[in-house]
């Protein structure tokens, strides 16, 4: 369960954020929709605590990013686009353990889930190989592994398909439809809405730091009676300037 | 902070660095290469360089009159041969020669009218063998001159003696119950190198693991999945810095076998034997590890404010440089009559420190203020680098 309530962010004179809230209940996959710069990448990095909020505050699963925000990065795990941080001269399997020592996992839970997060994203050949010579499909794997060792309850996902071929996309879509199954608590950032749409059962669009909708995307499309990338053009158009 | 996450931290990255080549090659080859090759090869030169003042010094011996005293005494002297030279001074450039001696046709003349005579040596100021010869010319000339005073006194009747009116020798002073502190060229020598080396290698060594445990994790992007894990940032942070110390103890302690090693090949060029007091020797390692701890932070929160590589490097090259500025500083400085005022200033009081540990002062003042300071600093370096590494604007910075 993720709740955000009245998220406020300034970088020195640019307004991130200026009130956002809304609800993600246990299991659900929120889609959180917005061009870029909309503040998407703001919002969650707030929720793993690496930002502090100017005002307002969030609480995942009972925790309060402010108040306890080490219990909060416990219960989290996050997947981000782009480059996959991982640790070149560590092999696959040294980087997810090291992950998953400090989330504080036992020896044993850090192998058992290694053993099972290589058969299911089939990366057994490579596991004990340094992540170097990796191609990027590989890496991008042992980030998805390396993000969820720890089995959190909720997991993040910012604009993680941004760049990708199709193929690679796709491993990441049957992982976020993995979470989804395993009932975790799920946000799926983007700025894609095809990709949201076929995603996520509810949506929060977000534009210049404000939430421009909230709702599921059926009654969206039922209410304003389009589709929803006409639906997101027509709404920043609106806000716009 | 949790002790556990720092443990973490702290294997993975040395386990990290010790797979980079380029640890192994700063904090281990280096430090342990460069003293031994640097001395083998000045005493592969010194021993050629002995080797050809060994030989017969080939001079030439320019002078209207050859029948003189002087030039058949120099013909008879050992170490020196007086060779016909078409072109005296060609020679004299391209090294065939070592020096030409210049006396003029009345210089017999004037010495059996015992009045001053004088005669020119011409040597080559470029040629480390050229100066050499025309000391030890200048050397059999004088013993030469010597003796015709000695028979000159002797014709007036006079003994010698009287000339030399006082005996002096120079005796170093060694209280009661110590031991003499050895070679004085051996302890001007440990002296300077001494902290030069204990100053220099802790960055030596610990800067490519600074560079990226700090920069490298915003560079590869893996500071954000890193800083959502459980682990608090005190915890990342002091495993890192624990790391980078220990990449900079390695590179000192090498560099110091590196320096033994030397010494074995050389002995003459890097003399170690000077006595050191188990205390003095408890005070140099506790100042250098000081100044590591000191320089470790340093770098780190560097690397840390660094958005790349490329920055890190460019902000932690100058920072070589200005350490060695208090080393050459107090080599002009008389380690007997130092200002306390000086055991204010950070990392020039420790050299001051492992300076008069070397020599066996033991200045409890001294010590107390170095000690305090240098942990005053270190405490500074680490709030410094936590301060950056909690400051939003420094890890995201783009
Ligand atoms: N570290 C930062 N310093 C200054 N401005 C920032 C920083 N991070 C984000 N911003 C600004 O905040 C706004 C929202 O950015 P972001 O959350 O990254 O958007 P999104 O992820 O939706 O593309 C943008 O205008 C961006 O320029
Ligand atoms: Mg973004």
Same mark, same amino acid.
């Given at each position: 369960?993720?709740?955000?309530?009245?998220?406020?962010?300034?970088?020195?004179?640019?307004?991130?954020?200026?009130?956002?809230?809304?609800?993600?209940?246990?299991?659900?996959?929120?889609?959180?929709?917005?061009?870029?710069?909309?503040?998407?990448?703001?919002?969650?990095?707030?929720?793993?605590?690496?930002?502090?909020?100017?005002?307002?505050?969030?609480?995942?699963?009972?925790?309060?990013?402010?108040?306890?925000?080490?219990?909060?990065?416990?219960?989290?795990?996050?997947?981000?686009?782009?480059?996959?941080?991982?640790?070149?001269?560590?092999?696959?399997?040294?980087?997810?353990?090291?992950?998953?020592?400090?989330?504080?996992?036992?020896?044993?839970?850090?192998?058992?889930?290694?053993?099972?997060?290589?058969?299911?994203?089939?990366?057994?050949?490579?596991?004990?190989?340094?992540?170097?010579?990796?191609?990027?499909?590989?890496?991008?794997?042992?980030?998805?592994?390396?993000?969820?060792?720890?089995?959190?309850?909720?997991?993040?996902?910012?604009?993680?398909?941004?760049?990708?071929?199709?193929?690679?996309?796709?491993?990441?879509?049957?992982?976020?439809?993995?979470?989804?199954?395993?009932?975790?608590?799920?946000?799926?950032?983007?700025?894609?809405?095809?990709?949201?749409?076929?995603?996520?059962?509810?949506?929060?669009?977000?534009?210049?730091?404000?939430?421009?909708?909230?709702?599921?995307?059926?009654?969206?499309?039922?209410?304003?009676?389009?589709?929803?990338?006409?639906?997101?053009?027509?709404?920043?158009?609106?806000?716009?300037? | 902070?949790?002790?556990?996450?720092?443990?973490?931290?702290?294997?993975?990255?040395?386990?990290?660095?010790?797979?980079?080549?380029?640890?192994?090659?700063?904090?281990?080859?280096?430090?342990?290469?460069?003293?031994?090759?640097?001395?083998?090869?000045?005493?592969?030169?010194?021993?050629?360089? =002995?080797?050809?003042?060994?030989?017969?010094? +080939?001079?030439?011996?320019?002078?209207? %009159?050859?029948?003189?005293?002087?030039?058949?005494?120099?013909?008879?002297?050992?170490?020196?041969?007086?060779?016909?030279?078409?072109?005296?001074?060609?020679?004299?450039?391209?090294?065939?020669?070592?020096?030409? #001696?210049?006396?003029? =046709?009345?210089?017999?003349?004037?010495?059996?009218?015992?009045? +001053?005579?004088?005669?020119?040596?011409?040597?080559?100021?470029?040629?480390?063998?050229?100066?050499?010869?025309?000391?030890?010319?200048?050397?059999?000339?004088?013993?030469?001159? =010597?003796?015709?005073?000695?028979?000159?006194?002797?014709?007036?009747?006079?003994?010698?003696?009287?000339?030399?009116?006082?005996?002096?020798?120079?005796?170093?002073?060694? +209280?009661?119950?110590?031991?003499?502190?050895?070679?004085?060229?051996?302890?001007?020598?440990?002296?300077?190198?001494?902290?030069?080396?204990?100053?220099?290698? +802790?960055?030596?060594?610990?800067?490519?693991?600074?560079?990226?445990? @700090?920069? @490298?994790?915003?560079?590869?992007?893996?500071?954000?999945?890193?800083?959502?894990?459980?682990?608090?940032?005190?915890?990342?942070?002091?495993?890192?810095? #624990?790391?980078?110390?220990?990449? !900079?103890?390695?590179?000192?302690?090498?560099?110091?076998?590196?320096?033994?090693?030397?010494?074995?090949?050389?002995?003459?060029?890097?003399?170690?034997?000077?006595?050191?007091?188990?205390?003095?020797?408890?005070?140099?390692?506790?100042?250098?590890?000081?100044?590591?701890?000191?320089?470790?932070?340093?770098?780190?929160?560097? !690397?840390?404010?660094?958005?790349?590589?490329?920055?890190?490097?460019?902000?932690?090259?100058?920072?070589?440089?200005?350490?060695?500025?208090?080393?050459?500083?107090?080599?002009?400085?008389?380690?007997?009559?130092?200002?306390?005022?000086?055991?204010?200033?950070?990392?020039?009081?420790?050299?001051?420190?492992?300076?008069?540990?070397?020599?066996?002062?033991? %200045?409890?003042?001294?010590?107390?203020?170095?000690?305090?300071?240098?942990?005053?600093?270190?405490?500074?370096?680490?709030?410094?680098?936590?301060?950056?590494?909690?400051?939003?604007?420094?890890?995201?910075?783009?």
């Amino acid at each position: 369960m993720i709740e955000v309530k009245g998220l406020k962010k300034s970088f020195k004179d640019v307004e991130a954020l200026r009130g956002i809230d809304f609800f993600v209940p246990r299991g659900e996959v929120l889609g959180l929709l917005g061009e870029n710069g909309a503040g998407k990448t703001t919002t969650l990095r707030i929720l793993a605590t690496m930002l502090k909020p100017n005002s307002g505050t969030a609480i995942l699963n009972g925790y309060d990013i402010l108040e306890q925000p080490h219990m909060v990065r416990k219960n989290l795990g996050i997947l981000f686009g782009g480059e996959s941080g991982l640790y070149d001269r560590l092999t696959a399997r040294e980087n997810i353990c090291y992950y998953g020592e400090l989330n504080d996992m036992s020896k044993e839970d850090i192998e058992k889930r290694i053993d099972y997060l290589t058969d299911i994203l089939e990366m057994g050949e490579y596991i004990d190989r340094r992540v170097g010579k990796f191609s990027k499909g590989m890496k991008q794997k042992v980030s998805i592994a390396r993000s969820i060792v720890h089995n959190p309850p909720i997991m993040l996902f910012d604009e993680p398909t941004s760049g990708l071929d199709v193929s690679a996309a796709r491993v990441i879509h049957r992982f976020l439809d993995e979470c989804r199954q395993e009932g975790k608590t799920v946000i799926f950032s983007s700025h894609s809405m095809g990709e949201v749409e076929k995603l996520c059962e509810k949506i929060v669009i977000i534009h210049k730091g404000e939430v421009l909708a909230y709702d599921s995307i059926e009654s969206l499309k039922a209410k304003h009676n389009m589709d929803l990338e006409n639906l997101f053009v027509e709404m920043v158009g609106e806000r716009g300037e | 902070m949790n002790k556990r996450h720092v443990w973490i931290v702290f294997k993975k990255e040395v386990k990290d660095i010790f797979r980079d080549r380029r640890t192994w090659i700063a904090s281990v080859l280096i430090p342990m290469l460069v003293f031994p090759l640097l001395f083998f090869f000045m005493n592969m030169g010194m021993k050629n360089m =002995e080797k050809n003042m060994e030989k017969d010094i +080939p001079i030439y011996i320019e002078t209207p %009159n050859q029948e003189m005293d002087i030039i058949h005494y120099l013909n008879n002297s050992q170490g020196i041969q007086v060779v016909e030279e078409e072109k005296p001074y060609e020679s004299l450039q391209e090294g065939k020669l070592k020096l030409i #001696l210049v006396i003029d =046709e009345d210089f017999q003349e004037k010495i059996e009218k015992e009045q +001053p005579a004088s005669l020119k040596i011409i040597f080559d100021e470029v040629s480390n063998e050229s100066s050499m010869a025309a000391s030890m010319i200048e050397n059999k000339i004088n013993a030469y001159s =010597e003796k015709i005073r000695f028979q000159r006194l002797e014709k007036l009747g006079i003994n010698p003696e009287i000339l030399q009116p006082m005996i002096i020798t120079r005796e170093a002073y060694v +209280p009661e119950g110590e031991e003499a502190k050895g070679d004085q060229g051996a302890l001007f020598m440990i002296t300077f190198l001494l902290p030069f080396l204990l100053m220099l290698y +802790p960055v030596v060594g610990g800067m490519p693991a600074a560079i990226d445990l @700090g920069s @490298g994790e915003k560079e590869r992007m893996s500071l954000e999945p890193l800083l959502s894990t459980g682990a608090g940032r005190l915890s990342i942070l002091t495993g890192k810095y #624990l790391a980078i110390l220990l990449a !900079s103890i390695i590179g000192t302690i090498t560099s110091l076998m590196g320096v033994v090693a030397a010494s074995k090949i050389a002995p003459d060029a890097i003399p170690l034997g000077v006595r050191i007091s188990p205390l003095s020797i408890f005070i140099l390692v506790a100042t250098s590890l000081g100044i590591a701890m000191i320089l470790s932070g340093l770098m780190l929160s560097i !690397s840390v404010f660094a958005r790349s590589y490329k920055e890190a490097g460019t902000y932690l090259s100058p920072v070589t440089i200005v350490l060695m500025v208090p080393v050459y500083l107090t080599m002009f400085m008389d380690i007997r009559t130092l200002s306390t005022s000086l055991f204010f200033i950070p990392l020039l009081n420790s050299v001051l420190v492992m300076k008069e540990a070397l020599v066996g002062i033991i %200045n409890p003042l001294h010590i107390i203020l170095t000690f305090s300071i240098s942990i005053i600093l270190v405490v500074l370096s680490l709030f410094f680098t936590r301060f950056m590494f909690n400051k939003e604007s420094v890890i995201f910075r783009s």
